[in-house]
């Protein structure tokens, strides 16, 4: 399994914006697909990017087409995830999580990732 650990949450000003980082362990990194979920209280968690092992295919949830952008770089086995023009409902513990099987394409079901992160706060006051 890969082990995941993000950073880069904070509290934030709406219209503001910030980039959460997920260190990977574990040599085989770049062969899985990697995404981002949020969870606030009382929400279920939700899919809010992807991106695909080799990082040529992405998704995102409607609510941040347009304004978050995820990438990968896999010299430095790590995900990221630039969040921009943030507003108060995107306020929610944001979680990295890696793909059950390896050379996958952009995954977007919450079961069929296998290894999460611990999460970081993001807080975006108005």
């Known amino acids: 399994q890969v082990q995941l650990v993000e950073s880069g949450g904070g509290l934030v000003q709406a219209g503001g914006s910030l980039r959460l980082s997920c260190a990977a362990s574990?040599?085989?990194?770049?062969?899985?697909?990697m995404g981002w979920f949020r969870q606030a209280p009382g929400k279920e968690r939700e899919l809010v990017a992807a991106i695909s092992w080799s990082g040529g295919s992405t998704y995102y949830a409607d609510s941040v087409k347009g304004r978050f952008t995820i990438s990968r770089d896999n010299a430095k086995n790590t995900v990221y995830l630039q969040m921009n023009s943030l507003r108060p409902e995107d306020t929610a513990v944001y979680y990295c999580a890696a793909s059950k099987s390896p050379y996958s394409a952009v995954t977007t079901k919450s079961a069929d990732f296998g290894s999460w992160g611990q999460g970081t706060q993001v807080t975006v006051s108005s």
């Open positions: 574990g040599r085989t990194f770049r062969t899985y697909g």
